[in-house]
């Protein structure tokens, strides 16, 4: 993905967030809006999805603006629970970290938020600079008055240092005078704050970029698989699906973490592993969906663009009723393909035909038991006549 587009997603991600894909990442990220306005080397999380990495790594310290992604927001405060403390850019025109850099190298709360920080107390507003310096093992903790004085040499000097531009970013703080609001704070682009990035670089990286990544085809499938009643990490699942973002292993290769022994396809061997083929093209797992195209009633075969949609499965269902459920049975059928293709790769299992297909049917008959959407609620009739249950 280009980084103009990656950059957009940061603008997207701090100002839309009514947006579903929005409420997706609060659920799946901590703090998402948060972490976007910091640098990437207090947030980078190998345990974060690619895609995730990348957009928060694009953080245009690279290319030579001095305070990266976060110089170009400038944010203004309300209640500072979306502003972060040392990264955002809502006191004069620089972060924090940049004016600041001895204390925020030794501060144990990089990724606070401004709202950590203020407290009210009696109606006024009061700064609470040692949340900032609290004592976690293994960091230095804020030198207390008494260790002003016990110092001596180095230590003392630094103690020093430290006091004094502890003290100037408390004056700086209650000069600002920003009282407190529940209002949600704003973020506005703020181009004009450095000499550092002229306004044509900064828009052509971010204005050009249309949204080519999704669809409207796609956010449309996204929002049918988010309201349907299935378990959360089946949602996320078949999100990364239809996104291109599941770590199949021509994925990962691109990536160079893959330490597969093959890059082929373990159903066909004949193909390179992607998710469109293992999905959809493979020979083998076209077998398995004319099976449950079968079970379902439908005759004819649909092609590998017509599976790659619930919606041209759906046009061909006889019965009304069962269109709304044949989501569920697209993502099950994905899912059986999946476990069963990490069970060969991972467990050594032989790939079983019988066993995918019971898996589809299985959950499938599972997910919509649990959204009550069975009319009958027995398994072996759901095996014989699906139509006849929903
Ligand atoms: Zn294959």
Same mark, same amino acid.
């Given at each position: 993905?280009?980084?103009?587009?990656?950059?957009?997603?940061?603008?997207?991600?701090?100002?839309?967030?009514?947006?579903?894909?929005?409420?997706?990442?609060?659920?799946?990220?901590?703090?998402?809006?948060?972490?976007?306005?910091?640098?990437?080397?207090?947030?980078?999380?190998?345990?974060?999805?690619?895609?995730?990495?990348?957009?928060?790594?694009?953080?245009?310290?690279?290319?030579?603006?001095?305070?990266?992604?976060?110089?170009?927001?400038?944010?203004?405060?309300?209640?500072?629970?979306?502003?972060?403390?040392?990264? !955002?850019?809502?006191?004069?025109?620089?972060?924090?970290?940049?004016?600041?850099?001895?204390?925020?190298?030794?501060?144990?709360?990089?990724?606070?938020?401004?709202?950590?920080?203020?407290?009210?107390?009696?109606?006024?507003?009061?700064?609470?600079?040692?949340?900032?310096?609290?004592?976690?093992?293994?960091?230095?903790?804020?030198?207390?008055?008494?260790?002003?004085? !016990?110092?001596?040499?180095?230590?003392?000097?630094?103690?020093?240092?430290?006091?004094?531009?502890?003290?100037?970013?408390?004056?700086?703080?209650?000069?600002?005078?920003?009282?407190?609001?529940?209002?949600?704070?704003?973020?506005?682009?703020?181009?004009?704050?450095?000499?550092?990035?002229?306004?044509?670089?900064?828009? !052509?990286?971010?204005?050009?970029?249309?949204?080519?990544?999704?669809?409207?085809?796609?956010?449309?499938?996204?929002?049918?698989?988010?309201?349907?009643?299935?378990?959360?990490?089946?949602?996320?699942?078949?999100?990364?699906?239809?996104?291109?973002?599941?770590?199949?292993?021509?994925?990962?290769?691109?990536?160079?973490?893959?330490?597969?022994?093959?890059?082929?396809?373990?159903?066909?061997?004949?193909?390179?592993?992607?998710?469109?083929?293992?999905?959809?093209?493979?020979?083998?797992?076209?077998?398995?969906?004319?099976?449950?195209?079968?079970?379902?009633?439908?005759?004819?075969?649909?092609?590998?663009?017509?599976?790659?949609?619930?919606?041209?499965?759906?046009?061909?269902?006889?019965?009304?009723?069962?269109?709304?459920?044949?989501?569920?049975?697209?993502?099950?059928?994905?899912?059986?393909?999946?476990?069963?293709?990490?069970?060969?790769?991972?467990?050594?299992?032989?790939?079983?035909?019988?066993?995918?297909?019971?898996?589809?049917?299985?959950?499938?008959?599972?997910?919509?038991?649990?959204?009550? !959407?069975?009319?009958?609620?027995?398994?072996?009739?759901?095996?014989?006549?699906?139509?006849?249950?929903?």
């Amino acid at each position: 993905m280009n980084r103009a587009l990656l950059l957009k997603w940061k603008w997207r991600i701090l100002m839309e967030r009514q947006a579903i894909w929005s409420k997706f990442l609060e659920f799946r990220y901590r703090k998402p809006r948060l972490i976007v306005q910091a640098t990437k080397d207090v947030t980078s999380n190998f345990e974060d999805a690619i895609w995730w990495r990348d957009v928060i790594s694009n953080d245009l310290i690279l290319d030579r603006f001095e305070e990266g992604f976060p110089g170009c927001v400038k944010s203004i405060i309300r209640n500072g629970k979306n502003i972060l403390f040392w990264h !955002s850019v809502w006191l004069g025109d620089h972060a924090l970290h940049v004016k600041f850099p001895e204390l925020y190298d030794i501060s144990t709360r990089k990724l606070c938020s401004v709202s950590e920080v203020r407290q009210v107390v009696d109606g006024s507003v009061f700064w609470d600079l040692d949340f900032l310096f609290a004592a976690d093992s293994n960091v230095i903790a804020a030198p207390s008055a008494s260790d002003l004085h !016990s110092g001596d040499g180095l230590v003392s000097v630094l103690l020093q240092l430290h006091a004094v531009n502890l003290q100037h970013l408390r004056d700086c703080l209650i000069q600002s005078n920003h009282g407190q609001t529940e209002e949600e704070d704003q973020h506005i682009r703020n181009l004009n704050s450095s000499g550092l990035y002229s306004v044509s670089s900064i828009t !052509s990286l971010v204005g050009n970029s249309k949204d080519r990544a999704w669809n409207n085809n796609l956010i449309k499938q996204l929002e049918v698989i988010w309201n349907t009643n299935l378990p959360i990490r089946i949602k996320l699942f078949a999100w990364r699906v239809l996104t291109d973002k599941l770590p199949v292993k021509e994925i990962l290769i691109q990536r160079g973490v893959s330490n597969f022994p093959s890059v082929g396809c373990v159903f066909c061997s004949n193909h390179q592993e992607n998710s469109n083929h293992l999905f959809f093209d493979c020979y083998i797992s076209k077998e398995i969906w004319d099976k449950v195209l079968a079970w379902l009633g439908i005759e004819s075969n649909l092609s590998f663009l017509d599976l790659l949609s619930f919606d041209a499965i759906q046009l061909k269902v006889k019965k009304v009723k069962v269109k709304d459920r044949i989501n569920v049975i697209w993502v099950a059928t994905l899912w059986s393909l999946w476990t069963m293709r990490n069970a060969v790769i991972f467990q050594d299992k032989l790939f079983s035909f019988d066993e995918v297909f019971y898996n589809i049917l299985f959950l499938s008959w599972r997910w919509l038991s649990l959204s009550h !959407s069975l009319v009958v609620a027995n398994f072996y009739k759901w095996f014989k006549n699906p139509l006849n249950c929903i």
